[in-house]
Structures are given as C-alpha cells and as structure tokens.
C-alpha cells in the first residue's frame, strides 16, 4: 500500500472515501461501488488511478481492482474491502503493442503491393487497401472468398497444390504467380511470396505479400511474338542472314544464305570463319 500510494496505511485514514471521491465518478466506476454496497462482490474493469486527484501522493498507475462487501451479523452491508493489484508495467506494455499494431497497420494499408492474410483452407480473412483496389472486390467481400474464387480455372489445380505442399512440408516460405480475374472482368498476373503463419507451434494460415506483374506479363508476350515474327521472317526470306562471334564463328544463319553461299548444311558453314576465309 506505501508503495503504490506513497504514503502509510494509517496515515491515509479519512482521506479517501470510495463512495463520495470525485475521480469515482469521472473514471465510470460510481456503479461497481454501488452494487459492492448492494451485497455484491464486484471485479471492475482495468482503470488508470491518479493519487493525486484523490489527494495521495505517487504516480498515475493502472489497477485491477475487487471489491468485496462485508456484512453484519443482519446481512447488513457495513463495509466494504478494496483489493488493488498494481498492472501498470502490464498496462503500459499492452499500450506500446497497441501503437506498434497501429503503425504496423497503416504501413500495409498503405503500401503498394497487395497484402492478404487467410486461414489454413485459404478462406481470406484480411485484405489490405491495396488489394481492394486492384481486385474492385470490398473488403467485407474478401472474407467470404476463398484464393481459388479468384484464380483463373486452368491455374486452380496448379496453385493448390503448391500451397498444400507448403503446408504439408512446413515450409516457411513459397513463393508462386499465376492469373486472377477482378470483380469487372480483367485479368490480373501476380506473383506471390506465402509465408506459413504459426501461433504456439500450429500451422492456423497464411501471410502474402503479392505483386501485380500484369505489365511485366505484357511485355514478356510481346516480346514472345515479336521474336516468332522474326524467326519466321529470318527463315523464310530470301534475303540471307549469318551472325558470327567475334572470332569470326558462324553462330546462327538461315536457309536463304545457305543457298546463296552454296553450303549444303549450317553444319559445314559453321566450320569456317567468314572474316579470314570468306565464304
């Protein structure tokens, strides 16, 4: 008690009065006092406590506190006991949590990559800002999902079993891409890093950070066709064609220099080199 009010037991008599304190009052705790003096033992919820208001010295700190009333031999409430545990470094760990939850929290908000959090079944359960707004999908829509709604059905079966090998083996991480469509329509790639989400040592989902690579995509297919349209016009021209190293090697020639040249084969071609013998 001299420890947590900074003065002694016997000292404090008659300054405090549970029932007419102001900071009872202010804090919302007028009603548990009331009911302990109804007969009823009475936990209240965690408070900060200011002595000083109260007229005691020491430091603001946060208690869990019971109340339990003492009866006379008529059943009479007479009195009650105040028991105070001191949680305040508890407390104040819970709070600087809290603050490391919230900033962690706006940082995935506001990031650019979709961030997704689901259960072992793939049912989703958290969606960042980022992932609405690319998928056109609300939030509240998301958790009645499951990651295979959105993929594309030629890509199901191949996604699914990546990530129950990633269970099944424990895996920490995985990492995957693969084509989604979005609530209008569109077809988005993403590639995906999954990592195993475990509380006391059970597997209970997933954690994804997935990047949208449609462009990259785009680019990848347009330069597919773009390099098919030059192996059929590097083959089919009339106009012949060779690259060599720079010792002079032939790497690469099409038919229509072949025929020029008089070679029977690329094979017989590539045994000389252009810059000291000619063709």
Same mark, same amino acid.
């Given at each position: 008690?001299?420890?947590?009010?900074?003065?002694?037991?016997?000292?404090?008599?008659?300054?405090?009065?549970?029932?007419?304190?102001?900071?009872?009052?202010?804090?919302?705790?007028?009603?548990?006092?009331?009911?302990?003096?109804?007969?009823?033992?009475?936990?209240?919820?965690?408070?900060?406590?200011?002595?000083?208001?109260?007229?005691?010295?020491?430091?603001?700190?946060?208690?869990?506190?019971?109340?339990?009333?003492?009866?006379?031999?008529?059943?009479?409430?007479?009195?009650?006991?105040?028991? $105070?545990?001191?949680?305040?470094?508890?407390?104040?760990? !819970?709070?600087?949590?809290?603050?490391?939850?919230?900033?962690?929290?706006?940082?995935? !908000?506001?990031?650019?990559?979709?961030?997704?959090?689901?259960?072992?079944?793939?049912?989703?359960?958290?969606?960042?800002?980022?992932?609405?707004?690319?998928?056109?999908?609300? &939030?509240?829509?998301?958790?009645?999902?499951?990651?295979?709604?959105?993929?594309?059905?030629?890509?199901?079966?191949?996604?699914?079993? $990546?990530?129950?090998?990633?269970?099944?083996?424990?895996?920490?991480?995985?990492?995957?891409?693969?084509?989604?469509?979005?609530?209008?329509?569109?077809?988005?790639?993403?590639?995906?890093?999954?990592?195993?989400?475990?509380?006391?040592?059970?597997?209970?989902?997933?954690?994804?950070?997935?990047?949208?690579?449609?462009?990259?995509?785009?680019?990848?297919?347009?330069?597919?066709?773009?390099?098919?349209?030059?192996?059929?016009? &590097?083959?089919?021209?009339?106009?012949?064609?060779?690259?060599?190293?720079?010792?002079?090697?032939?790497?690469?020639?099409?038919?229509?220099?072949?025929?020029?040249?008089?070679?029977?084969?690329?094979?017989?071609?590539?045994?000389?080199?252009?810059?000291?013998?000619?063709?």
């Amino acid at each position: 008690y001299e420890k947590m009010y900074g003065i002694k037991a016997e000292d404090s008599i008659g300054l405090f009065n549970v029932r007419t304190d102001p900071q009872v009052e202010t804090l919302g705790l007028k009603s548990f006092v009331n009911r302990a003096y109804g007969g009823e033992s009475v936990r209240l919820p965690i408070f900060e406590w200011d002595p000083k208001i109260s007229g005691f010295p020491g430091r603001s700190r946060y208690l869990r506190t019971i109340i339990y009333p003492l009866k006379d031999e008529f059943g009479v409430v007479s009195n009650v006991v105040i028991t $105070h545990e001191d949680v305040t470094e508890r407390k104040q760990a !819970e709070l600087l949590l809290q603050k490391s939850e919230e900033k962690y929290r706006q940082l995935i !908000e506001n990031v650019d990559e979709i961030i997704l959090m689901s259960d072992v079944n793939g049912n989703f359960n958290y969606i960042n800002r980022s992932g609405v707004e690319k998928t056109g999908y609300s &939030f509240e829509e998301f958790t009645k999902m499951n990651y295979l709604d959105l993929i594309l059905p030629d890509h199901k079966r191949r996604v699914q079993i $990546h990530h129950l090998r990633q269970f099944r083996n424990q895996q920490p991480t995985s990492k995957i891409e693969f084509p989604i469509h979005t609530k209008t329509g569109d077809i988005r790639w993403l590639t995906q890093s999954s990592q195993l989400r475990i509380i006391d040592g059970l597997i209970v989902g997933f954690n994804t950070i997935t990047y949208d690579i449609t462009e990259r995509k785009r680019i990848e297919d347009a330069l597919k066709i773009s390099e098919q349209r030059y192996r059929v016009f &590097f083959k089919n021209t009339t106009v012949g064609f060779y690259r060599t190293d720079p010792s002079g090697r032939v790497l690469i020639a099409n038919p229509a220099y072949l025929e020029i040249t008089g070679y029977d084969s690329f094979e017989e071609l590539s045994n000389r080199e252009i810059p000291n013998r000619g063709y």
